[in-house]
């Protein structure tokens, strides 16, 4: 009774796990925050900024600088859910021991034997590899910084990281553009 319905709970998850994707929005993805200070906000939008972070705060105390990690194309975002979701069915179906193929009606494939022979190894092949997939769709290379929500610095467009110096000259720049009237010294004429 319950080989019949193995197949239906396989697609029933590849669909709920594509639904959630589709219907999940960027507001809803918990980001990875780092709060500092009270001043102008910098936000670095790349995987690790600790090296830049030490020294623009060292630099800027007043300055408040977040990380967040840079979101990839919502295409990648849903192959990668589902492969997530996939990767966990078939690690299910490789413990428990059913035969996918009989419900279809083929033959097993010499490399769903050998997964039933040896299932701690296959189940850790399965893994690593879906992980090694999934990683590479969430991957997208950015870093991106912006000073007060307008952006100041992308990789994505100049095809580098900025160096220490540039970054620095950029932020000077920036902030002397973005000096309220009220805080400049009045000249006496």
Request: glycine fraction near 6%; include cysteine; proline fraction near 6%.
């Given at each position: 009774?319950?080989?019949?319905?193995?197949?239906?709970?396989?697609?029933?998850?590849?669909?709920?796990?594509?639904?959630?994707?589709?219907?999940?929005?960027?507001?809803?993805?918990?980001?990875?925050?780092?709060?500092?200070?009270?001043?102008?906000?910098?936000?670095?939008q790349i995987w690790v900024f600790?090296?830049?972070?030490?020294?623009?705060?060292?630099?800027?105390?007043?300055?408040?600088?977040?990380?967040?990690?840079?979101?990839?194309?919502?295409?990648?975002?849903?192959?990668?859910?589902?492969?997530?979701?996939?990767?966990?069915?078939?690690?299910?179906?490789?413990?428990?021991?059913?035969?996918?193929?009989?419900?279809?009606?083929?033959?097993?494939?010499?490399?769903?034997?050998?997964?039933?022979?040896?299932?701690?190894?296959?189940?850790?092949?399965?893994?690593?590899?879906?992980?090694m997939i999934e990683n590479q769709?969430?991957?997208?290379?950015?870093?991106?910084?912006?000073?007060?929500?307008?952006?100041?610095?992308?990789?994505?467009?100049?095809?580098?990281?900025?160096?220490?110096?540039?970054?620095?000259?950029?932020?000077?720049?920036?902030?002397?553009?973005?000096?309220?009237?009220?805080?400049?010294?009045?000249?006496?004429?």
């Amino acid at each position: 009774m319950a080989e019949r319905w193995l197949p239906f709970s396989i697609i029933f998850l590849g669909v709920l796990s594509l639904y959630c994707a589709a219907s999940a929005d960027n507001s809803g993805i918990k980001k990875m925050k780092m709060q500092f200070a009270t001043g102008p906000l910098l936000k670095f939008q790349i995987w690790v900024f600790e090296e830049y972070m030490q020294v623009l705060y060292q630099r800027y105390p007043d300055i408040r600088i977040e990380g967040e990690n840079y979101l990839p194309q919502p295409l990648y975002r849903h192959v990668a859910s589902f492969l997530s979701m996939f990767k966990l069915a078939l690690i299910g179906l490789i413990i428990i021991g059913k035969d996918p193929f009989a419900f279809c009606g083929m033959q097993a494939p010499g490399i769903w034997v050998w997964g039933q022979e040896n299932k701690i190894y296959a189940c850790m092949m399965v893994f690593f590899f879906s992980n090694m997939i999934e990683n590479q769709c969430m991957s997208t290379g950015a870093f991106e910084i912006t000073l007060n929500d307008v952006p100041v610095w992308s990789k994505l467009e100049s095809g580098h990281l900025p160096s220490m110096q540039q970054l620095v000259q950029i932020l000077e720049n920036e902030m002397k553009m973005n000096v309220p009237m009220d805080t400049l010294p009045h000249h006496r004429s």
